[in-house]
């Protein structure tokens, strides 16, 4: 996968990626799996997905990183970071 795909400017992605990698082992045997979803296209069509999905109750508009550049010129990405229990 290309470097440029995550612009260094994406704080907010590498912040909450940084959370998710395990310092030791214990970590690793924690009970949250994390789970990223990413939306990638069109400006309008990001923004729109983010809206439908909230009206579909999936996630808060407020949770998705704010539009970052994709790999393509034209589009944006957002990304939702979500931690759910590991079931036994």
């Given at each position: 996968?290309s470097?440029?795909f995550l612009?260094?400017d ?8 940084e959370?998710?990698?395990p310092?030791d082992?214990?970590a690793a ?5 994390v789970?990223?979803?990413?939306l990638?296209?069109?400006p309008q ?8 999905l909230?009206?579909?109750?999936f996630?808060?508009?407020?949770d998705?990183?704010p539009?970052q ?11 939702l970071i ?7």
């Amino acid at each position: 996968m290309s470097q440029e795909f995550l612009p260094d400017d994406n704080k907010f992605v590498s912040a909450a990626l940084e959370e998710d990698r395990p310092n030791d082992d214990s970590a690793a045997e924690s009970e949250q799996d994390v789970v990223c979803v990413t939306l990638t296209g069109s400006p309008q069509g990001v923004r729109e997905t983010i809206l439908t999905l909230y009206r579909l109750g999936f996630a808060e508009v407020g949770d998705w990183s704010p539009l970052q550049r994709a790999a393509n010129p034209k589009q944006v990405m957002s990304v939702l970071i979500r931690r759910r229990k590991r079931k036994a």
